[in-house]
């Protein structure tokens, strides 16, 4: 049997809850948190201090023909709704996830629209 320790996704589990005890969200600077699946990427911004989500964006919804693009297109929509609400600058929770691929492309894409992170 397979050591539960061990399994990928106990490790980014572990790694998400090492990032969480140093990063959290407050109202003047709230918390760009990134959940990646197989299939989609998601992207939430977080006031951690009422615990509310302020805005939400995911890749389904996002045009695009790969996940990365659509993943870019997630960064750059989620900045757009942020600016909204009059929010220009996050702290980055990348969910334990390496910061290469779709996770670095969302957050480029967040960069491009605006965001201070």
Do not use: C, W
Request: glycine share 8%; net charge positive.
């Amino acid at each position: 049997m397979k050591n539960q320790k061990n399994s990928k996704s106990q490790k980014t589990t572990t790694r998400h809850n090492r990032i969480r005890a140093k990063i959290s969200g407050t109202t003047e600077r709230p918390r760009l948190a990134v959940f990646r699946s197989n299939k989609n990427i998601y992207a939430q911004v977080i006031d951690d201090t009422t615990s509310k989500t302020l805005v939400a964006f995911s890749a389904d919804k996002a045009k695009g023909q790969t996940l990365s693009l659509r993943a870019k297109e997630v960064g750059l929509e989620i900045a757009k709704l942020a600016k909204a609400k009059n929010i220009t600058t996050v702290v980055f929770d990348r969910g334990g996830f390496s910061y290469t691929g779709k996770i670095s492309a969302l957050a480029e894409g967040a960069r491009e629209g605006g965001l201070i992170f």
